[in-house]
């Protein structure tokens, strides 16, 4: 071998052992090592991986498999890694998956049966939960959190953070881990991209659209929490308002009663108008998110804003005006994690996965009228969910 080849040689075992030396350094990283925050808007953004690197959970298996474990910790990383990288992939929303087996319940039963028993378990790690501020988002808040509060984690909670932006500069400067958000708000909010009225082609949009913020979207549920108009039964009988085109021209003989946000979101007043024309209505009363229905309610108002999920539509057995012209794209929810979070709990999104095929249209309106008409909390509501279905013990 002459002294030009033995060089080479050299250089390249130097370069793979300066590769192991690092890899072991990331794997070895714990949760404990990064600084805790002390509140809201506490600490820097940390450091996170540059755009167009590879998958966070590729990365997170291979770091998984380099360090020094047993051979059960080493499947249950490789498993709950592979569980994680084939669930949003394969997802289909609200049954417009196109591949066999890719709805979120097959993804999930795929992730959770392919995890060994105890695989799930946090070991204590801690994991902050947030959410938007109301009703449904307290409640899966909630969910999220008692689901891995039994399965081994410690969770901080901060709920109630207030609206979309809110959440998501928490979450992107890394004072939360995750918290729920819905498909359509991702898009048009976050994004600021036009709606899509397919949720598959929606729920990818947004996936794709969150990786440069090193964000991850896990399955979503079938649940379509879909913006709607809500009116009493007899007021749109007598105007004759089947559609929302047929409100938008009936709009100055009523009152709407509606939030802030909704009056500057691109799939709020200002998209009912530029889709609809019209709109134009007789009055306009800002009213607080957990108040809406109330001014329904009080005849103060004759229109106020929905979601497709309100215990509210038929508990006062209101209607909604049908969105003839799909103006709102799919709303689904689904948790929105941090990589560096995944990246150190790698059986957490398997375990979020699972709770994501029980959270139908009318499971979420049933829990969310135990809070907002029988008035229960929701920790409790939460509670008895998970119980229910078999995910906490009694």
């Known amino acids: 071998m002459n002294r030009v080849s033995r060089l080479v040689m050299l250089a390249v075992l130097a370069a793979l052992v300066g590769l192991l030396a690092a890899c072991n350094q990331g794997a070895q990283q714990t949760p404990g090592e990064r600084t805790q925050d002390q509140g809201l808007g506490a600490r820097a953004l940390p450091t996170t991986a540059a755009v167009g690197s590879t998958d966070p959970t590729a990365e997170a298996l291979a770091r998984a498999l380099q360090t020094t474990q047993t051979p059960a910790a080493a499947k249950v990383a490789q498993a709950a890694a592979q569980a994680t990288a084939a669930g ?8 417009s998956g196109s591949a066999a087996g ?11 049966a392919a995890l060994p028993s105890g695989s799930l378990s946090g070991n204590g790690a801690t ?15 909630e969910i999220y959190a008692q689901l891995l509060e039994a399965n081994g984690y410690k969770v901080e909670r901060k709920l109630n953070l207030g609206a979309t932006k809110v959440a998501q500069e928490a979450l992107t400067r890394g004072d939360i881990d995750l918290y729920p958000e819905y498909t359509g708000t991702g ?22 659209g969150y990786k440069p913020m090193n964000l991850t979207w896990l399955d979503p549920a079938p649940m379509n929490n879909t913006q709607a108009l809500a009116m009493k039964k007899d007021k749109a009988a007598q105007l004759g308002i089947k559609t929302l085109s ?31 024309g019209g709109f134009e209505f007789g009055s306009v009363q800002n009213v607080a998110i957990g108040v809406k229905y ?30 003839d012209k799909h103006l709102w794209p799919p709303y689904q929810v689904a948790p929105v994690v941090r990589n ?7 059986g957490l999104a398997a375990l979020l996965n699972s709770v994501a095929p029980k959270l139908t249209d009318q499971t979420m309106q049933a829990l969310n009228w135990e809070v907002d008409g029988k008035k229960r909390e929701p920790a409790d509501v939460a509670k008895d969910f998970l119980t229910q279905q078999g995910f906490v013990k009694k």
């Open 340 to 346: 560096d979070t995944l990246q150190k709990n790698p």
């Open 88 to 95: 949003p992939s394969a997802t289909g929303a609200s049954g």
């Open 102 to 112: 890719g709805t979120p319940a097959a993804a999930s039963a795929r992730a959770t």
């Open 127 to 141: 994991v902050r939960i947030g959410s938007k501020d109301f009703t449904e988002q307290f409640i899966l808040g």
């Open 187 to 208: 898009l048009t909010v976050v994004l600021g991209k036009d709606p899509l009225s397919d949720a598959k082609q929606t729920y990818d949009a947004v996936v794709a």
């Open 246 to 276: 047929d409100l938008a021209q009936k709009a100055p003989q009523l009152r709407a009663a509606l939030i802030p946000e909704f009056l500057e979101r691109p799939d709020g007043l200002p998209g009912l108008k530029k889709v609809y």
């Open 294 to 323: 109330k001014a329904l309610l009080d005849d103060q108002a004759d229109v106020t804003l929905a979601f497709g999920t309100d215990g509210q539509i038929a508990g006062y057995d209101l209607m909604t005006p049908v969105d």
